[in-house]
């Protein structure tokens, strides 16, 4: 797990060392162990690397490495976990290898099978490779978009690529500019940006998850190509095999990523599904499975804190670690350093997101302090099976449209079920009103299997908040707003996702999936954890798992009063009742409406009060200020207001 950077000129002009070293150094947050840089074809081609040692933690893992035949070159960021089985293959084809890395397996496997070795790899990368007899570079990117690769294009000038947006402040002749349309819309709205392969930055894109990129001195035009495509297809199996196939793929992933060189750790928060990784974890763990790599000697959990607020899970994280038997670091935020953590982090995040970073930082923070370099957690499984709110009420749809009475009231109240207590009778108000409309809506259409487009775009409004709450869209002054659609975004890839295959509610999924909360997701916690030289490694987005899990019948994932049926069902020996049968949503974040009305209080009303945040033409910056210091002078906050408002103090930190 690294930070990669690299540059090719297009017009034959040296790349300087310092150039290359102070691009890459910008990265050195996630690599602190060491760096390497390289300069090939006659000083026209740049490769660094900012390393985290993780597999041979010897000076043979360093990177820029090359084939044994000195032709390919390669700086890379990842984890191909099957390694060793590959490793063995090649061996038997007559590869010799020198060193204990995984690196060196990728240019051995590429060497041998080209870019079908990377439907060989069960990992996470991001990948550069340069052919020095071709001249050609290939980037390529893991399956999902775990981790991130970016990349600028100037024809006839330069492509230069780097694991974080932050690195291009520090590249020669370029200056990173905000994209005032794009960053309006991540104000808004930070999920909808990153699956787009689009940034807040003019000229900087990123590949998307399953694409490579080829890249020559003469390329004049770039197209994202895509390697991998989320089989479409639905297998016939009973509920009970598909829960045992859960089971042995959940033990299976998890068992993979615990091969390491360095202690693991897991960040736990109390919800299912990184209390699911801790449980799998001890139960590996008392099985002691003979495994290469692995040692299961120092597991121990992580937990992030927030005592008094709705936000707090300690009691839940508490019980888990209780039932396995095991060890956990319970952690507060330092309210004596927040503001400059605030700052520092989101400044270097150079992004848009809906909680301030540090507070998963500060997970990641402390498990560095402890010597832990890796953490297994449990993303992905909510845009597997159903496990937001809104994905629930994506179901409660289908079941409408479906005319099943018994499905719809079966999923109304797993809906209610994941708000706290003092939020249901409301929550079932708001969703009567909803059922009104879609009924009403539906008795429109005759033809409920040939829905009209204006009942599809219906749906995604009616399970959305209401207009009650304070309306951010309302202050941001740019007329882009009105302008400018994320679905007009020019499309990076060769071949768009056929979304026709899913109904209404599978659909949800896979656009979650593939360009909104997954890409959003794997962007945050990949620059929290690596702000602070950790590598997240996440088993339930191994692609076996996820194949599996895409092909089940709706029911198997949603239902019998539970999001996220299967995984409960097939894990609950593992962990306590407590756990499994838990149905409130929290979520991993801030308690930011906490924050705004008491320890932040007066840092807000200090900032909206600046000249900076005032001129932005990006919104109305007195608007702003007047709400902001009424709701702070009040302290009446609320987590819908603050959320949103939230998004706006981001962009000043970055812009500032």
Not at 205 to 234: A, C, D, M, V, Y
Not at 396 to 424: C, G, N, P, W
Request: with cysteine; glycine share 6%; aromatic share 12%.
């Amino acid at each position: 797990m690294c930070g990669i950077a690299g540059i090719v000129s297009l017009n034959g002009t040296g790349i300087s060392l310092i150039e290359l070293q102070k691009f890459t150094d910008a990265l050195n947050h996630r690599g602190p162990d060491g760096s390497g840089y390289e300069l090939l074809n006659n000083d026209t081609v740049a490769f660094g690397h900012r390393r985290l040692s993780i597999l041979d933690l010897s000076v043979a893992g360093k990177q820029p490495m090359f084939s044994s035949d000195k032709r390919l070159a390669i700086t890379y960021n990842g984890e191909i976990y099957n390694f060793i089985e590959l490793r063995k293959e090649l061996e038997k084809e007559g590869f010799r290898f020198q060193t204990e890395t995984d690196t060196e397996v990728i240019l051995a496997a590429y060497q041998k099978w080209g870019r079908d070795c990377f439907h060989k790899f069960n990992g996470m990368w991001a990948i550069a490779l340069y052919n020095c007899d071709t001249k050609e570079l290939l980037l390529c990117r893991d399956r999902f978009g775990v981790k991130p690769l970016y990349y600028i294009f100037k024809p006839n000038d330069i492509f230069a690529f780097a694991s974080e947006t932050v690195a291009f402040k520090y590249l020669e002749d370029f200056k990173l500019v905000q994209d005032e349309d794009l960053i309006s819309r991540a104000i808004d709205n930070p999920v909808l940006i990153e699956g787009t392969g689009h940034t807040i930055w003019q000229g900087v894109h990123q590949i998307l998850g399953g694409h490579f990129i080829e890249i020559t001195n003469k390329t004049t035009s770039i197209q994202q190509k895509r390697w991998f495509e989320i089989p479409k297809k639905t297998i016939s199996i009973s509920y009970d095999e598909a829960k045992e196939e859960f089971f042995k793929l959940s033990r299976e992933a998890v068992k993979l990523r615990l091969r390491s060189d360095v202690p693991i750790a897991t960040a736990l928060s109390g919800g299912l599904d990184s209390s699911s990784v801790y449980a799998m974890l001890h139960y590996l763990k008392k099985q002691n499975l003979n495994s290469e790599r692995v040692d299961y000697t120092n597991i121990k959990g992580f937990v992030a804190t927030f005592e008094g607020t709705q936000q707090d899970e300690t009691d839940y994280a508490k019980a888990v670690v209780e039932f396995c038997n095991g060890e956990a670091e319970f952690i507060k935020t330092d309210f004596d350093s927040i503001i400059r953590n605030i700052e520092s982090s989101t400044r270097l995040f150079n992004d848009i997101t809906a909680t301030p970073i540090n507070v998963l930082g500060d997970v990641y923070k402390s498990m560095r302090h402890n010597k832990y370099l890796v953490s297994l957690d449990g993303h992905g499984v909510d845009e597997m099976l159903y496990g937001y709110r809104s994905l629930v009420g994506m179901a409660i749809t289908q079941a409408i449209v479906s005319l099943d009475k018994d499905y719809e009231k079966d999923l109304s109240q797993t809906y209610l079920d994941m708000f706290h207590s003092e939020f249901r009778q409301e929550e079932m108000v708001k969703l009567n009103n909803r059922y009104v409309q879609l009924k009403d809506l539906l008795s429109i259409n005759s033809h409920l299997g040939k829905i009209k487009y204006s009942f599809k775009q219906h749906i995604k409004k009616v399970f959305t908040k209401g207009s009650e709450t304070f309306q951010l869209s309302d202050h941001l002054s740019l007329s882009s707003l009105s302008k400018t659609s994320v679905a007009k975004l020019k499309q990076l890839s060769d071949k768009p996702i056929d979304l026709n295959f899913y109904n209404i509610a599978e659909k949800e999924l896979a656009i979650d999936f593939y360009y909104r909360n997954i890409p959003y997701n794997m962007r945050d916690f990949d620059r929290a954890a690596m702000q602070h030289g950790i590598e997240i490694r996440m088993p339930f987005m191994d692609y076996n798992l996820v194949n599996f899990v895409f092909s089940l019948p709706m029911e198997y994932k949603v239902g019998h009063g539970y999001s996220k049926r299967i995984m409960r069902d097939a894990l609950k020996t593992i962990l306590p009742e407590k756990i499994s049968k838990r149905k409130l949503k929290i979520g991993m974040g801030a308690p930011i409406h906490d924050w705004f009305n008491h320890q932040l209080n007066q840092y807000l009303m200090d900032t909206v009060s600046s000249q900076k945040f005032l001129q932005n033409n990006l919104w109305n910056g007195s608007e702003l200020k007047k709400f902001a210091e009424q709701k702070c002078q009040t302290k009446n906050w609320q987590p819908a207001d603050a959320q949103q408002f939230w998004n706006v103090l981001n962009a000043h930190l970055i812009l500032s």
